[in-house]
């Protein structure tokens, strides 16, 4: 497949698109895990947060759409054409967006200071980031409703992780040593039977796809997975890192644990952005042999 201009703006707005997305959701089940912990101006910059990525990932969700119209139009009159964005809308990236935009309409109920508005906040949450999960190329495979609930799976496993990570980075940027050691902990419980999650659904998702395909590690699809495989290795390093050694120093109070947290979190939401940019261009640019 040629790749053009059109679809190297499709794939940087599904980027933007997966980042926001997975991002507001995963700050809303921090907020949710971790809530207790946060001050009131911690949990008030949250708020915030939540709302400016729920606003981006529904406009870059509409970009993206318009976009693929100019992609198959070849030129700007396609984002505008009703027949290409109807049979876009029509399809699973129609589907896929619209449930996206109202999880994430839900998901600004963490906004509210009521209680009463958790539970919708967490369904859209959950609806948003499992979103991506209606279109794809486990779809194209024999069966897949097996890929499909496993990419769901893999979905939420990754905004949980992923999206907690900005949490962190604000409260260790202002919070005390107790502070950190403790929301550093608590989400370290839960994030060690999150990630083992995501890695055994990413395995089984990997699996089918080679059992899909000859020559699949030849393929430019294999070679695009293998980077995204290195870097995934990478941000695991740096998890494990955090959980088995940071960690304890925070707790410890040892001296300079606050500084190599802060760094650690930081090299975490680098290599996080990296993969979902990866995965934009794997499910936009290529596909499995």
Same mark, same amino acid.
């Given at each position: 497949m040629e790749i053009g201009g059109w679809d190297i703006a499709a794939a940087l707005a599904k980027a933007v698109t997966y980042a926001a997305t997975l991002g507001a959701a995963g700050a809303v089940f921090f907020t949710i895990h971790c809530g207790d912990l946060l001050r009131d101006h911690q949990r008030a910059t949250l708020r915030r947060l939540i709302g400016v990525l729920a606003g981006t990932g529904a406009v870059s969700s509409a970009l993206r759409i318009l976009l693929l119209g100019?992609? $198959?139009?070849?030129?700007?009159?396609? $984002?505008?054409?009703? !027949?290409? %964005?109807? $049979?876009?809308l029509g399809g699973g990236e129609g589907r896929a967006t619209g449930l996206r935009m109202a999880g994430l309409f839900l998901a600004c109920f963490a906004t509210s200071k009521n209680r009463a508005f958790r539970a919708p906040a967490v369904v859209g949450a959950m609806i948003a980031a499992t979103s991506f999960a209606w279109v794809g190329h486990a779809h194209g495979l024999a069966h897949n409703t097996a890929p499909s609930l496993l990419i769901g799976l893999h979905l939420l496993c990754a905004?949980?992780?992923?999206? &907690?990570?900005?949490?962190?980075?604000?409260?260790?940027?202002?919070?005390?040593?107790?502070?950190? &050691?403790? &929301? !550093?902990?608590?989400?370290?419980?839960?994030?060690?039977? %999150?990630?083992?999650?995501?890695?055994?659904?990413?395995?089984?998702?990997?699996?089918?796809?080679?059992?899909?395909?000859? @020559?699949?590690?030849?393929?430019?699809?294999?070679? $695009?997975?293998?980077?995204?495989?290195? !870097? %995934?290795?990478?941000?695991? !390093?740096? &998890?494990?890192?955090? @959980?088995?050694?940071?960690?304890? @120093?925070?707790?410890?109070?040892?001296?300079g644990a606050v500084a190599s947290f802060r760094r650690s979190v930081l090299g975490e939401i680098f290599i996080g952005a990296l993969i979902l940019s990866i995965t934009a261009a794997l499910t936009t640019l290529s596909g499995p042999p």
């Open positions: 100019g992609s $198959m139009g070849g030129d700007a009159s396609g $984002m505008v054409d009703s !027949a290409f %964005v109807s $049979m876009i905004a949980f992780w992923l999206g &907690a990570l900005p949490p962190l980075w604000i409260i260790a940027a202002g919070g005390d040593e107790a502070q950190i &050691a403790a &929301a !550093a902990a608590r989400f370290g419980k839960l994030a060690v039977v %999150v990630v083992a999650l995501l890695l055994a659904a990413g395995a089984g998702l990997l699996w089918m796809f080679i059992a899909a395909a000859d @020559k699949f590690w030849g393929s430019d699809y294999g070679g $695009m997975m293998a980077i995204k495989l290195l !870097a %995934v290795a990478g941000i695991l !390093a740096l &998890a494990a890192l955090n @959980k088995l050694k940071l960690t304890p @120093k925070l707790l410890s109070r040892n001296p």
